[in-house]
């Protein structure tokens, strides 16, 4: 079992920066894949950012604006987002992949708007 709690999230306008982090319950090393997904009212949710053995993969609509990190002694996984945009708005959530199953966080809520 991976436990994920994820903060950070708040109301931000357009333009301005926020980061989100998720504590994670087990050693980041001992997990397979790591990232953060969202959902806006009314959508599906969907992968934001990835990271995997290192290897770092993006949604179109975020490259360039979001990153993806960890922090192994915190067992922390952050994301960093600039140039918020209002279609930004979503609740986020983190989750981890390992051979045992796939976890998720109970998200953060990030409002972009002026």
């Known amino acids: 079992q991976v436990r994920l709690v994820e903060s950070g999230g708040g109301l931000v306008a357009p333009g301005e920066s926020l980061r989100l982090s998720c504590n994670v319950s087990?050693?980041?090393?001992?997990?397979?894949?790591l990232g953060w997904h969202r959902q806006a009212p009314g959508k599906q949710r969907e992968m934001v950012a990835r990271i995997t053995s290192g290897r770092r993969n993006y949604a179109d609509s975020v490259k360039g604006r979001f990153t993806i990190s960890t922090d192994n002694a915190k067992s922390t996984v952050y994301l960093q987002m600039v140039s918020l945009k209002p279609e930004d708005t979503a609740v986020y959530y983190c989750d981890a992949v390992n051979p045992w199953g796939h976890y998720w966080g109970q998200g953060t809520q990030v409002t972009v708007s002026s």
């Open positions: 087990r050693r980041i090393m001992s997990i397979s894949s």
